[in-house]
């Protein structure tokens, strides 16, 4: 029976580097990363809570369907709220949560260093300066870890801090779990 995993943390923790060494790592996966897919959805996201909803409403629908055909899902997204996360579990059998945790201060220097293209680049800095100035940015929505809370899950199956562990060493330890739990 096929299985998902989402990688979940704030912009920045690490999750899509864990997620690109674990696709090296498995057969049959099919990786969904929402930065990648958020303007399949929404043409012009504005990244408000509606829109939110909406995103991730169909983001775990298309994951559901790729799971109810026989293959193995990765999703790569942040989903601060842990109803998304709690959604995708109760409608997949074989759902594993991977939470990566790390400084705001980390994710701030990694987020400010990723080039432009699908995330605006600086988006710490900028919603910092929001919160103390008033100043917008055009195409900066409400930022998690800035201006929303992230919802951390207690019962996680795995918690990763990237600030300690490689990229590689992550995903050898999901890849493990994946064995003990008779997925591979």
Same mark, same amino acid.
């Given at each position: 029976? +096929?299985? +998902?995993?989402?990688?979940?943390? =704030? ?10 060494? $674990?696709?090296?790592? =498995? ?6 990363? *929402? ?18 909803? *909406? ?7 298309? %994951?559901?369907? *790729? ?14 709220? =842990?109803? /998304? ?26 987020? +400010? ?11 710490? !800095? !900028?919603? $910092?300066?929001?919160?103390?100035? %008033? !100043? ?17 899950? !207690? ?12 990229? /590689? ?13 008779? /997925?591979?």
């Amino acid at each position: 029976m +096929a299985y +998902a995993i989402w990688i979940t943390g =704030l912009p920045g923790s690490g999750k899509s580097t864990i997620a690109k060494e $674990l696709v090296k790592k =498995l057969d049959n996966i099919e990786y969904l990363r *929402l930065d990648e897919i958020r303007k399949k959805y929404i043409k012009d996201p504005k990244f408000t809570d509606e829109e939110r909803q *909406l995103v991730y409403s169909k983001f775990i629908d298309e %994951g559901v369907k *790729l799971v109810e055909a026989g293959k193995n899902v990765l999703f790569d997204a942040t989903a601060h709220k =842990l109803i /998304w996360r709690q959604i995708a579990r109760s409608r997949i059998p074989n759902f594993m949560e991977v939470y990566v945790q790390c400084s705001i201060e980390t994710c701030m220097n990694r987020e +400010a260093s990723r080039p432009g293209g699908l995330v605006l680049a600086d988006l710490y !800095k !900028k919603a $910092l300066e929001r919160k103390r100035t %008033g !100043k917008q940015f055009p195409g900066l929505g409400e930022v998690v870890g800035v201006d929303i809370i992230y919802e951390e899950n !207690k019962n996680t199956e795995i918690m990763i801090n990237s600030d300690i562990l490689e990229p /590689w060493e992550a995903a050898r330890e999901i890849v493990e779990e994946i064995k003990k739990k008779g /997925w591979a």
